[in-house]
């Protein structure tokens, strides 16, 4: 069972137009003082969305008419509703109030948009209980001139409605009392909609108690799916999953600061501290992190999420602490760190299993092929931080015939390099020469192997040759001869005298494509 903290904000659109008014000055000020409306266009011209207090007081509600309005109340303030920039300020919010629990969920329309959730089961006593929690949560938006309501129960249906409708700001609901409590609320603690709510007022139910023992069957006639459905989730029957502004995190580790940092060292000292917390129960789990969010909560209210992916996963804190390291250089040139940051929280997004090892022995000749895995990937990952994911490339196997159409050069997709898909007697050079060159070949016979080149300006006598490995492009995309057949090539891996190995190829079959067939120099061994 969770617990579901419900934090609504009164006035939200207008809260949030006069904070980025201060912030950023646009235009003739707003004086919250004097009557303030946000409206949205309407059938019939501009309706009220949204008022302060004041424009409460002189008899203004939501949905009247701008010009009704006007009347109402002498120099009203009017300006346009922006629904996108309350969404993502309200996003924001609820990131920031991750600091409290991981899974934070702001409210879509259906809940009024002007709010979030919290599930905080294993969380609260962090914070000394669920009064502690409350009061925290309060002081801080109060601070950021953001009064709330908030209220705590078992589901996220009970605790909206506690927030909206209980006596006092603050209030906390014990496991079992959701049907007692709900029962004496108005159906709009059931967070209905306004033709569902307009006929259950027209049938006589004004409170949800009227609702609770009626029989279930003509309400589902009458009213679909909604009335049941909201019923049952207040109530606990039915679930309704939260959607958090983040991916819940694998694993989490937060930790809270008794005085603001601002200083890179600081972070970095903390970040490791985090992660050494996770490495235990990484290696309890034989997993390894794959991607990590290290969040940096701001006195402000603002947070600064730095994501890192791994090209393997990792339970080694001296290869993150780099990566953080590198993330935080970034950030520096980027932003200041205003007032300090007043908690850290490191969170492993995404795991992957890592076995246990053995990883040190007394013989320090022995080595393991996973040891070059693990140095080729905190080599990856260093660059991809310090130069961008972008401008790290690697080569991938293409379903091709001919050598050099058969790799393309594409952004790094996070995934270690696998090996070349190669037949077992394929052999192919180290080094491919970007374009194969001409070279002169001396041959026994003209479809026999060579017995010397001279290949820029230098001529080499052959004491060994393997092959041939004829290659020939798929018919669909070859170049025609005139003949209708197509250029095939005979390669050959050939060894000088000094142990120089070449891979050489002649281009078109002798007597059929070609008489005169001609020799390159196509790539070169170690």
């Not at 329309?109 to 959730?117: L, P, Q, R, V």
């Not at 279930?216 to 909201?230: N, V």
């Not at 080149?453 to 230098?458: A, Y």
């Amino acid at each position: 069972m969770s617990r579901i903290v419900s934090v609504w904000l009164p006035c939200w659109p207008i809260k949030r137009f006069l904070a980025a008014q201060a912030i950023s000055p646009a235009g003739k000020p707003i004086d919250p003082e004097r009557p303030f409306v946000l409206a949205i266009p309407a059938t019939g011209g501009l309706r009220i969305a949204a008022m302060n207090e004041t424009a409460e007081d002189a008899g203004i509600v939501v949905g009247d008419p701008v010009a009704d309005a006007r009347a109402k109340a002498d120099s009203l303030q009017v300006r346009a509703a922006d629904s996108a920039a309350d969404d993502a300020a309200l996003h924001r919010l609820a990131l920031w109030a991750t600091r409290y629990s991981p899974t934070a969920s702001p409210w879509i329309e259906e809940n009024g948009a002007d709010g979030f959730f919290l599930d905080i089961e294993g969380a609260a006593h962090l914070f000394g209980g669920e009064e502690s929690l409350l009061a925290d949560l309060a002081g801080r938006l109060d601070r950021f001139g953001l009064p709330a309501r908030l209220a705590i129960a078992d589901t996220p249906g009970m605790a909206w409605a506690l927030s909206h409708f209980a006596e006092t700001a603050q209030s906390i609901l014990p496991r079992g009392d959701e049907a007692a409590t709900l029962s004496a609320m108005p159906i709009e603690a059931l967070r209905l909609s306004g033709e569902t709510r307009a006929l259950l007022r027209r049938l006589g139910f004004k409170s949800v108690g009227a609702l609770l023992d009626k029989p279930r069957a003509p309400f589902a006639a009458r009213f679909a799916d909604e009335l049941l459905r909201r019923l049952d989730q207040a109530l606990g029957r039915r679930d309704e999953p939260l959607i958090p502004v983040t991916a819940p995190p694998v694993y989490h580790s937060l930790n809270y600061l008794l005085e603001p940092i601002v200083s890179h060292q600081a972070i970095l000292a903390r970040a490791c501290r985090l992660m050494q917390n996770l490495v235990h129960v990484l290696v309890r789990d034989e997993a390894g992190a794959r991607t990590l969010r290290l969040s940096l909560y701001g006195v402000d209210g603002t947070v600064e999420a730095i994501d890192i992916g791994l090209t393997s996963p990792t339970r080694s804190v001296p290869h993150v602490a780099r990566l953080i390291d590198l993330k935080l250089e970034a950030l520096a040139a980027k932003h200041d760190g205003g007032f300090g940051f007043e908690a850290i929280g490191l969170a492993v997004t995404r795991a992957e299993s890592t076995p246990a090892r053995q990883t040190e022995l007394n013989i320090s000749a022995v080595h393991s092929p996973q040891d070059d895995a693990e140095r080729g990937a905190a080599l990856i990952d260093a660059l991809r931080h310090r130069l961008g994911p972008d401008r790290v490339r690697q080569f991938e196997a293409v379903p091709r015939h001919i050598p050099e159409c058969a790799e393309a050069l594409t952004e790094f997709n996070g995934e270690m390099p696998r090996n070349w898909p190669l037949e077992k007697d394929q052999t192919r050079p180290l080094l491919l020469l970007p374009k194969a060159e001409p070279t002169e070949v001396t041959a026994l016979i003209p479809e026999g192997p060579p017995r010397r080149f001279r290949w820029r300006g230098v001529t080499y006598d052959i004491t060994g040759a393997q092959g041939p490995e004829r290659i020939a492009d798929e018919w669909w995309r070859a170049s025609y001869l005139s003949q209708g057949e197509t250029l095939t090539r005979d390669y050959y891996l050939v060894e000088d005298g000094d142990g120089h190995r070449f891979w050489l190829y002649r281009e078109g079959l002798y007597g059929r494509a070609t008489a005169t067939p001609r020799w390159f120099v196509h790539g070169l061994f170690a």
